[in-house]
């Protein structure tokens, strides 16, 4: 399974490589002339006397310029398959690529779920979650800290709930702990 | 004169001097965490002033004020995360010099040039105020327009070796600018349905969530060593680590970048936020080395930091002169006003006039005390950079989220604050440039705003935009931009390709 995803990841950064700008310039004009399109629909009120005053210039201008831009990415990024296909990771350097793209969407899921969490199990409890799971991943394994990772969680989070609960008068998310603090 | 020394003398007591001692440290605590600003500060602190006579409490908020801008520069060069919306053009510069070993250098000019900045912008506050304000009343949308339109026309400036990448960026931030209520009609727009987006992204969690959270995601794709690192041996840094000769050196720049923030201060509605990128990109388009921007250079520094602290003077003039706020902390101190019963205007020189000489000094004094407090904190703060990589990095994302939360107690803003960092780690990915799309951003609403009210206000007609002096120039000026640089980045570099094939065949 752990090989099907790797393989997997290597074929969308070997695109991303050699494709990206086309990737770009493609979604780029996609959404513009989508958002263009939608724009047309745009209420323009009684009070706009030209139609630069309407509430559609600025955005209909606006995706107009991006989706002559995206056709020149597009075509710049055609003209770049060549070269981008010599200068293509291989070996360390694609695995050093799967193991960053790997890295980066874990990172990226730890703080969804911290924002998730936060309403639901509290703010207290997310944050120490949060953090002491990032100690652990962003080190080394051999360089893993235990009570240090664990009393700073705990120091900071209880700290910033406190600050800011007590001096800035903001209430982060109580979660189930509601009615246990405050 | 005499009236500054009077107000100066009001001013120092044991009690007041205090209070602007924890002032300029709170703000600058305020400043220097991401999600915190100077605003919030002055906001927090205005009940506290229910209990003090009005010359304390605006020694209080004044400094609250100053340490709240200065503070913007400690995050922003060590971690490359902007305290705030006036020191995103700090990290451009300031960050790589703490990446070369520089970052006591970097925190030192951000410090000295903050101060000279602010020292700036007060003089041109204290001495041109009324005739200032004079003018500014003169001054209608049309300005207004080809002023952020020519602020506009500088995404091309900043937009690196593609330019066509800079200005996609830039029109990408201009589109997410629309999002929500259209200005003067209200038309809602792109918000498919969902409630929060009404208002559109607010922008200290958007400009967080690209700055933080997309720096971290460029960190983690390698585990950091758990080898201890072998500390460089630094030179002894004394001072504040620079030299005289490179103080004079920068003469030219403190100048430029001061006259920009005051400028841009001093129009309502476009602050600091505004003024250290716009004052960055014209202190390095007439640099002489404007290529070594963005390398690690004192310049780029010193045009950031003097230009937002030099806005602080430029926005006191609306403020004090005709009692329109120039940006977010000077729409508190309006409130603050209020509520010692006193109205900020024309009148204010007349009824109150010791109170305003004494709100000069006191933004003069805080500034001296901003520096004192910022040299001996430089050494302390750079001993950050000490803290272990992965312990730093997760306790700053917490402290930006909270911040970003903070603003409206609003959990959109969390996810705002997400959404902008996958699309900061995408653009970085393709090699988009975040600068420009912040200036966009930013700039988006101003410019339609202001293009909107000036139709409105010309009945549909577009000549007062070619027959107000200041429009034209202002327009004449954005033109030239626009032609050099599409000589400069699309027509050269044409030209000398197709010489180099030639001459290669």
């Known amino acids: ?182 | 004169m005499t009236a500054l020394i009077g107000g100066a003398m009001a001013l120092i007591t044991v009690k007041n001097v205090l209070l602007m001692f924890v002032g300029v440290i709170v703000g600058i605590l305020f400043g220097a965490i991401p999600g915190l600003s100077s605003t919030m500060a002055i906001a927090l602190f205005l009940p506290v002033t229910f209990g003090l006579s009005t010359y304390e409490s605006f020694a209080l908020l004044v400094a609250l004020y100053i340490g709240g801008v200065s503070g913007g520069l400690v995050s922003a060069i060590l971690i490359n995360i902007p305290g705030s919306a006036m020191s995103i053009a700090t990290t451009y510069d300031g960050h790589p010099m703490a990446k070369n070993g520089q970052a006591h250098k970097a925190l030192g000019v951000g410090v000295v040039f903050s101060f000279l900045g602010t020292l700036f912008g007060l003089a041109v506050m204290i001495f041109a105020a009324p005739a200032l304000a004079r003018f500014a009343i003169t001054l209608q949308p049309y300005e207004y327009f080809a002023l952020s339109f020519m602020a506009l026309s500088l995404i091309a400036s900043v937009s690196g070796q593609n330019i066509f990448k800079g200005l996609m960026a830039g029109f990408m931030g201009i589109a997410f600018s629309t999002i929500g209520m259209a200005p003067i009609d209200g038309v809602v727009r792109f918000t498919f349905g969902n409630i929060q987006l009404m208002n559109g992204f607010t922008l200290l969690p958007a400009v967080i969530g690209m700055f933080a959270v997309t720096e971290i995601l460029l960190t983690v794709v390698k585990p950091v060593s758990a080898d201890k690192v072998v500390q460089q041996e630094r030179e002894h840094i004394k001072g504040f680590g620079f030299s005289f000769k490179e103080l004079i050196g920068q003469t030219k720049n403190l100048i430029l970048a001061s006259s920009i923030g005051t400028i841009v201060g001093f129009l309502p509605g476009m602050g600091g936020s505004l003024a250290n990128q716009v004052a960055y990109v014209a202190v390095q388009k007439t640099s002489k080395y404007p290529e070594k921007f963005g390398t690690g250079i004192i310049d780029g520094v010193v045009a950031s930091e003097s230009s937002n602290n030099a806005s602080i003077g430029g926005a006191m003039i609306p403020l004090l002169a005709l009692g329109i706020p120039g940006d977010g902390p000077t729409a508190m101190l309006l409130g603050a006003f209020m509520i010692h019963g006193l109205v900020a205007g024309p009148m204010l020189f007349k009824t109150s006039g010791e109170l305003v000489y004494l709100i000069f000094a006191a933004l003069i004094i805080c500034s001296f005390i901003m520096v004192v407090v910022e040299f001996y904190g430089i050494k302390i703060i750079v001993k950050a950079l000490n803290i272990p990589r992965e312990i730093l990095y997760p306790v700053v994302i917490t402290v930006c989220a909270v911040g970003a939360y903070a603003a409206n107690s609003n959990m959109f803003d969390l996810w705002t604050l997400l959404v902008f960092g996958i699309l900061g780690f995408m653009m970085s990915k393709f090699k988009l440039p975040r600068a420009c799309f912040v200036l966009g951003f930013v700039l988006g609403s101003l410019v339609e705003t202001n293009l909107r009210r000036a139709i409105q206000l010309s009945r549909g007609s577009i000549m007062p935009f070619f027959t107000r002096p200041l429009t034209v120039v202002l327009l004449a000026v954005t033109f030239i931009i626009i032609i050099r640089t599409v000589w400069v980045q699309i027509i050269l570099p044409m030209k000398n390709s197709k010489k180099a094939k030639g001459e290669y065949a």
């Not at chain 1, 958002?35 to 600025?58: E, G, R, W």
């Not at chain 1, 051999?142 to 240090?148: A, F, L, P, S, V």
């Not at chain 1, 009393?151 to 800035?168: E, P, Q």
């Open chain 1, 1 to 182: 399974m752990t090989k099907k995803i790797d393989v997997f990841i290597s074929l969308i950064i070997r695109g991303f490589y050699t494709y990206s700008d086309i990737v770009l310039g493609f979604i780029i004009v996609a959404v513009s002339a989508g958002l263009y399109m939608n724009t047309s629909h745009l209420k323009v009120s009684a009070q706009s006397i030209t139609p630069m005053d309407s509430a559609q210039f600025v955005p209909k201008l606006t995706f107009g310029i991006l989706i002559f831009l995206g056709i020149i990415i597009l075509l710049q990024g055609v003209k770049k398959i060549k070269e981008n296909k010599k200068a293509l990771p291989e070996g360390e350097q694609l695995i050093a690529a799967i193991i960053g793209f790997k890295r980066a969407t874990i990172a990226l899921t730890s703080i969804a779920l911290f924002i998730l969490l936060m309403t639901r199990i509290s703010f207290i409890i997310a944050a120490i979650l949060y953090l002491m799971f990032n100690m652990y991943f962003m080190v080394e394994r051999r360089g893993w800290k235990h009570k240090t990772y664990f009393i700073t969680a705990v120091i900071v989070s209880i700290s910033l709930y406190y600050l800011f609960n007590r001096f800035i008068y903001v209430k982060l998310p109580l979660g189930f702990l509601k009615g246990v603090i405050g």
